[in-house]
């Protein structure tokens, strides 16, 4: 492993009391159902990215560390302990995603709209980030979430298109960014984001090529982040890509058009959050 992909192990104060209050309101974050190398310094600031709809994901995607399978039934509570955990944590950026629910007639999305409402409702001057899986392309769904009132709404397309069929069979690059272009189509007001992950066999003029693919989708944000294999049943890394690489991308993106782009080997979708959209305090 590189040096730059070394980080601190987790343990802290700050990290032991977000774990804590997650245990007790009985929710998941993507930061420990993937594995995400940034959790100790996130929860050790106050942070956390909320996992909704449990913690069984109905696809399996090659490069992802969440467990697939038959998911749980929907919690119809979930939308109220999030956003008490966002008060009691004092957010003022708070992310949310979700396992993708392909068993689901609406693939999830009323209880992200639901989400996000409890969030305003008891937290109102925190900012909302989703970050949603492609919903099966059903754009009723995307608007339900849409008119929740998120001023964030991800949606990452992970890899370039050659490599989907291998490293996430039941997506459709097309249609990710299609959902893209339908996000800004119902609210125009609002930020779209999206993210790729770079060292699965990606050819540098394919990742240029996703770029600009997301640009002309509208898209507001990038992330730009190095993948790393969960375990020996996931794809291999082809590549690790040095910090000045991903340096030269961020400026690539930013000529293309993007209003920022969060370029670096430990970048995730939701890391430093707040100062991606631009906003201030504290994000989750």
Same mark, same amino acid.
């Given at each position: ?43 050790? %600031?106050?942070?956390? /990215? ?25 919690? %119809? ?5 999030? %956003?008490?955990?966002? %008060? ?70 992970? /890899? ?125």
């Amino acid at each position: 492993m590189p040096a730059w992909l070394k980080v601190r192990a987790p343990g802290g104060e700050g990290y032991l009391r977000v774990k804590g209050l997650l245990r007790r309101a009985g929710l998941h974050t993507v930061c420990e159902e993937a594995a995400c190398p940034n959790i100790g310094e996130c929860f050790e %600031a106050g942070t956390a /990215t909320f996992l909704i709809l449990g913690d069984v994901c109905t696809r399996a995607c090659r490069y992802c560390a969440i467990t697939s399978g038959r998911p749980d039934p929907v919690d %119809a509570e979930e939308p109220r302990r999030v %956003a008490e955990a966002v %008060a009691l944590l004092g957010l003022r950026h708070a992310v949310v995603t979700s396992v993708t629910r392909d068993d689901l007639a609406d693939g999830g999305a009323g209880v992200f709209a639901s989400t996000i409402r409890e969030v305003h409702r008891l937290s109102p001057p925190t900012a909302v980030e989703v970050l949603i899986p492609d919903l099966r392309g059903d754009w009723q769904a995307l608007a339900a979430i849409a008119e929740a009132g998120p001023d964030i709404l991800n949606h990452n397309v992970e /890899t370039v298109p050659r490599l989907y069929r291998s490293v996430r069979p039941q997506a459709v690059y097309l249609r990710s960014l299609d959902l893209l272009r339908q996000a800004k189509t119902l609210r125009p007001g609002m930020s779209t984001k999206s993210g790729i992950m770079l060292g699965l066999g990606e050819e540098p003029a394919e990742v240029r090529e996703v770029m600009s693919d997301l640009r002309g989708a509208g898209c507001d944000i990038l992330t730009l982040g190095q993948y790393l294999r969960p375990s020996p049943r996931h794809l291999p890394v082809t590549r690790f890509y040095p910090p000045e690489e991903f340096a030269r991308l961020a400026e690539e993106g930013r000529a293309l058009g993007f209003r920022h782009v969060e370029s670096g080997p430990l970048v995730r979708s939701s890391y430093r959050a707040a100062q991606q959209s631009g906003g201030s305090g504290r994000e989750g």
